[in-house]
């Protein structure tokens, strides 16, 4: 089992999302950008008459997402006896942005975006894991999976210094 739990957690550190790879300038950019978006589309819907409820079907009919407006009367009747519930998609809206900029503000590691950000946030990514997982950072394991992935050459003493973190400045 840890061979496939440390290969999982490695395909996870080697995919991170794009945005974990924007420098903190252009991640606040796009936290911003998201939310004035998110915003304006839901004023839009609203203020236009022009927001629908999702519901999810479940029959052989209806199966997957559906607007609920988009139905006929007799089919409302119907999902409403059935006490199917329902999101209005202005609703859904907020909720992906509000998730999107949650992700942006606390999923990126920090260190300087460079050509290597992407060994050296599989190399935090894993070391963080494997902490969690081992109780140890594992830093050669970590060495030859980065070196194999990303064509590096690091050894147990990079990996150590990548993954020591430098103090956050203290607060007088």
């Not at 080697?14 to 300038?25: I, Q, S, V």
């Amino acid at each position: 089992m840890w061979v496939w739990s440390f290969l999982s957690d490695a395909e996870e550190a080697r995919t991170l999302p794009r945005f974990h790879y924007k420098n903190k300038a252009d991640r606040t950019d796009l936290s911003d950008k998201i939310g004035k978006h998110a915003k304006a589309l839901v004023r839009l819907l609203k203020n236009n008459d022009l927001d629908a409820h999702i519901i999810s079907g479940q029959s052989h009919i209806f199966n997957g997402f559906h607007l609920y407006e988009d139905f006929g009367e007799s089919n409302r009747v119907r999902i409403d006896d059935a006490g199917t519930n329902k999101l209005k998609c202005t609703d859904l809206i907020a909720a992906i942005a509000e998730r999107a900029e949650t992700k942006i503000k606390t999923e990126p590691q920090q260190g300087k975006i460079g050509k290597t950000a992407r060994a050296v946030h599989f190399v935090r990514k894993m070391g963080e894991s494997n902490l969690f997982r081992y109780g140890t950072a594992l830093n050669e394991v970590i060495a030859t999976a980065t070196n194999t992935l990303f064509e590096t050459s690091h050894n147990e003493s990079t990996i150590s210094e990548l993954l020591s973190y430098p103090s956050p400045p203290s607060e007088s």
